[in-house]
């Protein structure tokens, strides 16, 4: 991208351009940008102010249309520089306040949150649960799947369970699985997680010497799982269904890989950690957020505290053509309303 700073003129017309894309979701065309901008320009005119755009590569022609549509590139220099946010609405704001009520518990406020986000966006909601101070590993169970897939479940604490399926370069028996899980409890079970995931490498690359070649694949396949683990963090999803009408037909592949990342949550919540410290909203848009699974949609979180200090981050999941200046309000004031319930419950 050229690196030159635009002119308030073709700054307009690309915040014009942005804008109308998101409301209608079709490629914007020259005649239609002159009355939506407000300058007092021709069709013309317009039409080399989009052709520079692309140049920098923050619009695009899709196909052989004549009309334009925004790039990545062109949602951030949107949200960095040119979106206007509005007052949040005072209805709104109200019925907040009334739903995030701090007699609640931390339980109900974070999937009440999550709730919330979805309806006042119109997108997915997402708010990682408040974690543990200390995350003690209860147990460890393998179940085969198909296709050379097995499903670890995790237990920490009391109850937190984390589920994922892991990928194995050949099938297991149930037998050799359940004695992989035996391996594991025996010797973790009741152990601070963090400190199982510091020793569980060298220990078990000991272990496995003395315990035969059949189990030593199957170690390092534990070992891999356990150390990649988020220790039972989790979240809470809302509204998914949401998204169903924002992809083209051709992307239902990528909408469902979506969905199954919800039911898993794994690559979810990666991404929610990297905000957990942030001064106040993080947007990713498209490839940004480094997942592929994400290219297609943005992301904006904001932390949640309770007092000063920050105990997760909450959010809403949608495409990349989604109405940011209303969204970046919502997630803002929902998080500082979360905040208050918790510090005061």
Do not use: W
């Not at 296709?147 to 109850?159: H, P, Y």
């Not at 963090?194 to 170690?219: C, F």
Request: charged share 25%; proline share 3%.
């Amino acid at each position: 991208m050229n690196e030159d700073k635009l002119s308030e003129r073709n700054s307009q017309i690309l915040k014009a351009l942005i804008e109308r894309y998101i409301r209608e979701g079709v490629p914007v065309g020259s005649k239609s940008l002159v009355a939506e901008s407000g300058l007092n320009v021709s069709p013309a005119t317009v039409r080399n102010v989009m052709a520079d755009l692309e140049k920098r590569g923050l619009v695009s022609a899709p196909h052989t249309s004549a009309g334009r549509i925004p790039t990545g590139l062109g949602y951030r220099m949107f949200v960095d520089s040119l979106i206007t946010i509005y007052p949040f609405d005072n209805d709104y704001l109200s019925n907040l306040r009334a739903e995030l009520d701090p007699q609640r518990s931390p339980a109900e406020l974070v999937e009440t949150a999550s709730n919330l986000l979805s309806q006042l966006t119109l997108q997915a909601g997402v708010v990682t649960v408040p974690r543990a101070e200390k995350v003690t590993l209860r147990r460890v169970e393998f179940l085969s799947l198909s296709g050379n897939k097995v499903l670890v479940i995790l237990v920490f604490n009391q109850k937190e369970v984390e589920n994922r399926i892991i990928q194995t370069d050949r099938s297991y028996t149930d037998a050799e699985l359940q004695r992989a899980a035996q391996f594991i409890n025996e010797r973790y079970s009741g152990l601070d997680f963090e400190q199982v995931k510091v020793q569980l490498l060298s220990s078990m690359r000991a272990d496995k010497e003395s315990i035969g070649k059949l189990m030593q694949a199957m170690i390092d396949v534990a070992a891999a799982t356990l150390q990649d683990s988020d220790g039972g963090a989790d979240c809470v999803v809302a509204g998914q269904s949401n998204l169903i009408g924002s992809l083209q037909s051709q992307d239902m592949e990528r909408l469902k890989e979506l969905f199954d990342a919800f039911d898993y949550k794994k690559d979810i919540l990666a991404l929610m950690s990297h905000c957990v410290d942030a001064d106040g909203i993080r947007i990713f848009i498209g490839e940004e957020s480094g997942y592929e699974l994400f290219e297609d949609y943005s992301v904006v979180t904001a932390p949640y505290r309770n007092g000063s200090k920050s105990i997760g981050v909450l959010g809403i999941i949608g495409p990349t053509r989604m109405a940011y200046a209303s969204v970046i309000p919502v997630v803002d004031v929902t998080a500082r309303m979360l905040s208050a319930a918790l510090s005061n419950s």
